[in-house]
């Protein structure tokens, strides 16, 4: 298995880059953290997964092995292929997709083009407890009590914000100061600065 490729960035397009190492010419398809982080012309690191299908290998490049993992776990799903799984991970960052996961945000999880209500249920049924019990501290839930996450994240809906705005917002302010997870009144204050603040 290609664990990792390293080398010269020499082409970036929206869905890949073209990685030159040692006179080959890799194409990969890449997840928005790599899209975003990298230029033609950069010397860079990148983790790697090679999915093997009857007619065609297709190779898709990360910027982190967490992103990597959880790429993995959602090709375990049934009905989830690598270009939907990359789906995922060109329109969300990883955190939210792992939160989303972990607290059946079934709404998110079906913005992603190509995602429907029945396969994001399917992702959140079948991948929770894996997500939970991942060794890789970002994958595991970044909030805290589900109940307080839940109600505030339908308070922020019925105020018209989006199901992305609102978990990036909580998961945001909870990173900042994890003493905001505690109660709904806090969390719901410090989503909405933090939303404020984005504008």
Do not use: W
């Not at 928005?32 to 230029?39: D, Q």
């Not at 983790?47 to 959880?70: C, D, I, K, P, S």
Request: with cysteine; aromatic share 6%; proline share 2%.
């Amino acid at each position: 298995m290609l664990r990792y490729l390293e080398g010269l960035v020499t082409e970036k397009q929206d869905e890949g880059i073209c990685l030159f190492v040692h006179g080959f010419g890799f194409y990969l398809y890449c997840s928005k953290s790599v899209i975003n982080s990298v230029n033609e012309g950069d010397q860079r690191k990148i983790y790697t997964h090679l999915q093997v299908g009857e007619n065609a290998l297709g190779l898709y490049g990360f910027m982190e092995e967490e992103e990597r993992e959880l790429f993995q776990l959602l090709l375990t799903v049934k009905g989830v292929g690598a270009r939907m799984a990359m789906s995922f991970l060109r329109h969300l960052d990883l955190g939210e997709i792992a939160e989303a996961i972990s607290t059946s945000q079934v709404e998110l999880l079906s913005t992603v083009p190509g995602v429907g209500k029945k396969t994001a249920e399917r992702v959140c049924f079948e991948l929770k407890q894996k997500i939970e019990k991942s060794s890789a501290s970002s994958l595991r839930p970044i909030l805290g009590d589900r109940h307080v996450t839940g109600t505030v994240l339908e308070a922020l809906a019925s105020l018209g914000f989006s199901p992305g705005e609102a978990m990036r917002a909580v998961a945001s302010a909870s990173r900042q100061d994890s003493a905001a997870a505690e109660t709904e009144e806090k969390l719901l204050q410090a989503a909405l600065k933090e939303l404020q603040r984005r504008k």
